[in-house]
């Protein structure tokens, strides 16, 4: 039995396009959950050497919804050769003000099969295939929750394998997939998707280095080729110990679009971020500088490109003391300019801070803090912005 009371305050901007002037209106709205929920959960395992099959019931009921769930697990086999199925169902029916809504029910239904072989002592192969499916109930259609609810299903495929270049410490990891969605309602919601994706990591007890390389090409069911893309994506981590318990790593990422169809929402664009960071880490206690700097470049069309480049130094910082306390904070200032061609929007400094600490205040008693903040500061005042998001939580166990 859980009880639950959230309660969230926020502006909606509502803005009348329809004249010369655009006429913009703020509201202040607030959403809320109060709730007692009642819980029923069967949880049965077997296990032995060669076969391990699991079975989980879920069940929640209160007065706006009733969600069910069922989960079945089997595998045969051990480490070099193994067979895997799993199977999931979920149904969640909503009521409010005790009449029965149906924005938000669904049927969901997932299934994959695993299978894995060891070639030899270095190297394995893998097989997935996977099925899964949403049945929104329809008996509302002209809700607006349609926009955001809507069946499908999914048809997935992979194979993938990992080579060991030595006893433990290089490794290759490679993977072919395939995902096909259909969506009743839309047609041109449906898409081809295919991945590849090759991976290269060297470690050592000084240090590490990871070479990722993945290309994906994404084909929707749409006469015009609208949406469809190529893209790469190139992953750079190297991590290295210089001793006196600091550690620095580098990582690098470039990605790469190109649409078949490019227009105002989709265009060719290059994206480089890179990220510098010495940490000092001690037992339970750590502390270091980093640095971030952030490259795009865009094909420009009918508007200025969004084209930028980015600088960003800050501090990081953490506590671990698994019995009383968790802090893990960043503090970072920077700037980002655009090019002198774009009109529209306008270069900026920038303060952002990311903070998350967990204290236990008593032996069952304990306190969820969380609070991220992004604070621009442009030229001209009137498009300064302020985000941020401040979450707290207390937390009883008996």
Do not use: C
């Amino acid at each position: 039995m859980e009880y639950q009371l959230l309660s969230q305050e926020y502006y909606d901007a509502v803005i009348d396009t329809s004249q010369s002037d655009l006429i913009e209106s703020w509201y202040l709205t607030k959403d809320e959950i109060n709730d007692l929920i009642y819980r029923t959960i069967v949880d049965y395992r077997h296990k032995n050497q060669k076969t391990d099959f699991s079975l989980l019931g879920n069940m929640e009921y209160s007065t706006d919804r009733l969600l069910g769930r069922v989960e079945s697990f089997f595998s045969l086999g051990d480490y070099n050769r193994s067979l895997k199925l799993f199977g999931k169902y979920e149904n969640k029916s909503v009521s409010e003000n005790g009449d029965q809504s149906y924005d938000d029910a669904y049927d969901y239904f997932q299934t994959y099969l695993k299978a894995r072989r060891r070639i030899s002592s270095r190297m394995r192969l893998q097989f997935k295939a996977g099925y899964e499916t949403v049945n929104f109930d329809s008996k509302q259609p002209d809700d607006t929750s349609s926009f955001i609810n809507y069946d499908y299903s999914i048809v997935s495929s992979r194979l993938s394998g990992d080579l060991s270049l030595n006893e433990f410490s290089k490794q290759l990891f490679w993977a072919i997939s395939y995902h096909h969605r259909q969506v009743p309602d839309s047609q041109e919601a449906a898409y081809d998707d295919f991945r590849f994706l090759l991976d290269y990591s060297n470690f050592d007890l000084n240090g590490q280095l990871g070479l990722e390389v993945e290309l994906e090409h994404k084909n929707y069911s749409r006469a015009d080729s609208r949406y469809d893309f190529t893209a790469l994506f190139f992953r750079g981590r190297f991590g290295r110990s210089i001793g006196h318990n600091i550690e620095w790593d580098m990582n690098f990422d470039l990605d790469n679009y190109q649409y078949s169809t490019p227009d105002i929402i989709n265009r060719n664009y290059n994206l480089i971020k890179i990220k510098i960071q010495a940490l000092r880490q001690p037992a339970d206690w750590g502390i270091g500088p980093f640095a971030r700097l952030e490259f795009r470049s865009e094909e420009e069309l009918d508007i200025e490109a969004e084209e930028y480049s980015q600088w960003e130094l800050g501090l990081t910082g953490n506590i671990l003391n698994i019995t009383t306390l968790f802090f893990d904070s960043e503090l970072s200032v920077g700037k980002r300019n655009y090019n002198d061609g774009n009109s529209i929007l306008t270069s900026y400094s920038f303060v952002s801070i990311s903070t998350m600490v967990n204290i236990r205040l008593l032996r069952f008693l304990s306190l969820n803090l969380a609070f991220d903040g992004d604070f621009e500061s442009h030229d001209q005042w009137e498009t300064d912005s302020d985000l941020y998001l401040l979450s707290a939580g207390l937390n009883a166990r008996f």
